[in-house]
């Protein structure tokens, strides 16, 4: 079993920068994948990013402000977010899946992952 777990939300300014981690328990050696998705008031979770078995790959509404990462020595996983706006409020979740996805159609689907996070809330206001 593997438990994600996420922190660093808050409360910032519009253009201001936060950063999330994902500290991972379990048998962390097995995560070939790991994603974060968030879910805005009244919306359905969307995909944010992933870290793919070392690649990489963004939703348009985050790309060219938002990074993520992996330090394997810890078992985190972190998603820098600058620039943000009031629409990236939201929680965010952090997602793991034990092998690789191939089909970058799939990033997207909250079935191919296995362990969810509990969420950390991010309010940028105006």
């Given at each position: 079993q593997v438990q994600p777990v996420e922190s660093g939300g808050g409360l910032v300014q519009a253009g201001?920068?936060?950063?999330?981690?994902?500290?991972?328990?379990?048998?962390?050696?097995?995560?070939?994948?790991?994603?974060?998705?968030?879910?805005?008031?009244?919306?359905?979770?969307?995909?944010?990013?992933?870290?793919?078995?070392g690649n990489t790959y963004y939703a348009a509404s985050v790309k060219g402000r938002f990074t993520i990462s992996r330090d394997n020595a810890k078992n985190t996983m972190y998603l820098q977010m600058n620039s943000l706006k009031p629409e990236d409020t939201a929680v965010y979740y952090?997602?793991?899946?034990?092998?690789t996805i191939y089909n970058v159609g799939d990033y997207v689907k909250e079935y191919m992952y296995h362990y969810w996070g509990q969420g950390t809330q991010v309010t940028v206001s105006s």
């Open positions: 201001d920068s936060l950063r999330l981690a994902c500290a991972a328990s379990g048998r962390t050696f097995s995560i070939n994948t790991m994603a974060w998705f968030r879910q805005a008031p009244g919306k359905e979770r969307e995909f944010v990013a992933i870290w793919n078995a952090c997602a793991a899946r034990v092998d």
